[in-house]
């Protein structure tokens, strides 16, 4: 199973960006997906998940400006990111539950999205 993720770059301060996740591969069932970030020397922290029913959950900083949503059909994962602030840089990596076979599962994570938000 591999995520590949999309989207990233450069946007000004009260700007927008749309990140993609695409899980491939060996793939029975992907539950909760979701998104992380990571500044540099910092710990990586969660911004937001949804389950596959269709739960979601956010970090407090992003809550009412991020967006997750999912396409089940296609195991991808989105974030809409809406007014974005300088202090939403950061490499953004998504993750995703996922079961290969009717007893398998573990956690996978992406290669990591550079989002920089900057005049």
């Known amino acids: 199973v591999q995520l590949q993720a999309s989207g990233g770059g450069l946007v000004q301060p009260g700007g927008s960006l749309r990140l993609s996740c695409a899980a491939s591969g060996r793939i029975f069932s992907a539950k909760t997906m979701g998104w992380y970030r990571q500044d540099p020397g910092k710990q990586r922290e969660l911004v937001a998940t949804?389950?596959?029913?269709?739960?979601?959950n956010y970090a407090d900083s992003v809550k009412g400006r991020f967006t997750i949503s999912r396409d089940g059909a296609k195991n991808t994962v989105y974030l809409q990111m809406n007014s974005l602030k300088p202090e939403d840089t950061a490499v953004y990596y998504c993750?995703?539950?996922?079961?290969?076979?009717?007893?398998?599962?573990?956690?996978?994570w992406g290669q990591g999205t550079q989002v920089t938000v900057s005049s």
């Open positions: 949804i389950t596959s029913g269709g739960n979601t």
């Open positions: 993750n995703a539950f996922i079961y290969s076979d009717y007893y398998r599962s573990r956690d996978y």
